[in-house]
């Protein structure tokens, strides 16, 4: 039993459940406020996010500066276990529109070089509300009926996805 109580405890057991309580303290700091592990479901945002695939959230990172074009987003949608992973491709005010399969910015083609396939998808054109964001997953190349994208509140956004 001494045995097995110095490799669980160690040598000084006060000292022990004192790195356990800072441990913890740093975890739940850490993981309850600053990062948020999220796992990516559905095919969206292939290639560069895959199906089940685990990722962190970045939770403080929009109160030193503005979301912007191209940041991959976690967004808070329904409840608090319900996040969905998207692009940002146009800012509040900016007027967005797809012709076939090609997004538009205040009338200019989006640079979009992490798009691999594209379907010939048409989307009206919309303009951003001064608090709202347009998201979009990477993979076009599913039917625009089977992706949920468009328009976003920022309060809405949870954070910016690490890796």
Same mark, same amino acid.
């Given at each position: 039993m001494s045995r097995l109580r110095h490799i669980a405890i160690g040598r000084n057991p006060r000292r022990t459940l004192i790195r356990i309580a800072v441990l913890a303290v740093f975890s739940f700091i850490t993981f309850g406020w600053l990062l948020t592990p999220v796992r990516v479901r559905g095919i969206s945002m292939e290639p560069a996010y895959h199906d089940s695939s685990l990722k962190l959230v970045n939770r403080i990172i929009y109160r030193f500066r503005a979301p912007q074009r191209g940041d991959v987003v976690a !967004?808070? +949608?329904?409840?608090?276990? $319900?996040?969905?992973?998207?692009? /940002? !491709?146009? +800012?509040?005010?900016?007027? $967005?529109?797809?012709?076939?399969? /090609?997004?538009?910015?205040n009338g200019a083609p989006l640079a979009e070089p992490y798009v691999q396939k594209r379907s010939a998808w048409n989307y009206p054109e919309v303009t951003v509300g001064a608090r709202e964001y347009f998201v979009i997953g990477d993979n076009r190349s599913m039917k625009m009926g089977?992706?949920?994208?468009g328009r976003v509140d920022a309060r809405r956004i949870l954070g910016m996805l690490l890796f």
């Amino acid at each position: 039993m001494s045995r097995l109580r110095h490799i669980a405890i160690g040598r000084n057991p006060r000292r022990t459940l004192i790195r356990i309580a800072v441990l913890a303290v740093f975890s739940f700091i850490t993981f309850g406020w600053l990062l948020t592990p999220v796992r990516v479901r559905g095919i969206s945002m292939e290639p560069a996010y895959h199906d089940s695939s685990l990722k962190l959230v970045n939770r403080i990172i929009y109160r030193f500066r503005a979301p912007q074009r191209g940041d991959v987003v976690a !967004i808070r +949608l329904a409840g608090p276990g $319900v996040l969905y992973v998207k692009r /940002i !491709i146009a +800012l509040p005010t900016e007027r $967005v529109s797809i012709i076939e399969g /090609i997004v538009e910015v205040n009338g200019a083609p989006l640079a979009e070089p992490y798009v691999q396939k594209r379907s010939a998808w048409n989307y009206p054109e919309v303009t951003v509300g001064a608090r709202e964001y347009f998201v979009i997953g990477d993979n076009r190349s599913m039917k625009m009926g089977d992706h949920d994208f468009g328009r976003v509140d920022a309060r809405r956004i949870l954070g910016m996805l690490l890796f």
